[in-house]
């Protein structure tokens, strides 16, 4: 939608028009989700989701939507080479969700693209009703109903991310009904400083929670693509340098995620320093045992690092799962960074009382 943005307002300043969008994707999907086509009443196409195989059923289908003003979410399968039905040559399937957009949605808009401009994390959440309610997320500008935002489409745009959340069985009850989120800031970030079998398996945790994930160390021989295949990205530099060249670009947010797990002091205490003074950074973390962590937090110390800043540090990091494997140490984390970023105890769901989600 992104790449539509601006014709889209430009448009709906002259007059309705239907929106398009992609809201899920399986398979081998012709365009990612979240890109949107605008069908105008003059019968203007600005923007695709195909590449034609549903365009043109897109196109009557809006045009239905701008006459009744009624939502309709489609679904497009696999081709039949030998049938007359529209669909996917590519073998996959969309969800495309069709709504009106008129002057009222504006103010909505024209805060997004500002936000876009600005480089802000935003996410616009829209239930998929016949009558769609949309909010911004992660702007200043309220939107119209801020009811419609669920604890799960808050967590998806602070992550980064876009997809479904809810379910149609859900309206009329406490819990979200279904809707699409999309998100137009880059993912939340997490930063991995160490080459190891930890780090691997905390990578590919990461990566399913939705992360941008970095893998850092200044061992060449060790720090390979090809041993971090889940990372998005692996750095052959001191970790610690790697962190102020990432702060100095602007790079580095409340939502990111710094997890030392090199397991040598040469390493480790120079990135922390650099980690814990980084005010802005959300979670700062290192792996460990208990005689580790009292040395490393001496060690800091000598290096300036106040108590305040050593307050941030999760050290040694994870929930207490008695966790041993690689695989089980990253579960352990990440539960920890989950727990911190939600504001919740981490404590077994049994020995707590009041609402499950808060």
Request: charged share 20%; aromatic share 4%.
């Amino acid at each position: 939608m992104r790449d539509v943005l601006p014709q889209l307002i430009d448009r709906v300043r002259r007059g309705p028009v239907a929106l398009a969008r992609i809201v899920a994707v399986s398979g081998a999907g012709p365009r990612e989700v979240g890109a949107a086509m605008v069908v105008t009443n003059a019968h203007e196409v600005i923007g695709s989701l195909s590449g034609g195989c549903v365009e043109s059923a897109v196109v009557d289908a809006a045009t239905t939507v701008l006459t009744t003003g009624e939502a309709v979410l489609e679904h497009f399968g696999i081709a039949d080479p030998d049938g007359l039905a529209i669909g996917l040559t590519c073998g996959g399937e969309l969800e495309v969700f069709i709504e009106r957009v008129d002057a009222a949605h504006l103010p909505a808009l024209e805060a997004l693209a500002c936000d876009i401009a600005a480089a802000r994390p935003v996410a616009l959440s829209s239930t998929l009703a016949a009558a769609p309610q949309w909010r911004l997320i992660g702007s200043p500008e309220p939107g119209p109903d801020p009811s419609v935002v669920s604890r799960d489409a808050v967590h998806m745009a602070q992550a980064g991310r876009s997809g479904l959340i809810g379910s149609d069985e859900c309206e009329g009850t406490a819990f979200p009904a279904r809707a699409f989120v999309q998100s137009f800031g880059p993912p939340a970030r997490m930063i991995l400083a160490g080459a190891n079998d930890f780090v691997r398996a905390l990578s590919r945790l990461g990566a399913q929670l939705g992360y941008h994930v970095t893998v850092v160390d200044a061992r060449e021989t060790f720090t390979t693509a090809a041993r971090f295949p889940s990372a998005d990205a692996v750095v052959v530099d001191w970790p610690d340098r790697y962190l102020r060249q990432e702060q100095l670009a602007g790079r580095i947010d409340a939502r990111t995620v710094v997890c030392v797990l090199t397991h040598d002091t040469k390493f480790d205490v120079p990135t922390l320093a650099v980690a814990l003074g980084i005010e802005e950074i959300g979670f700062v973390g290192a792996l460990g045992s208990r005689r580790t962590d009292a040395d490393r937090r001496e060690r800091l110390r000598a290096s300036g690092i106040g108590p305040e800043q050593l307050r941030r540090l999760h050290s040694p990091v994870g929930l207490d799962l008695n966790a041993s494997t690689p695989d089980e140490t990253a579960v352990s984390i990440a539960a920890q960074v989950i727990a911190e970023s939600g504001g919740a105890s981490g404590r077994p769901l049994n020995t707590t009382d009041g609402p499950i989600h808060h």
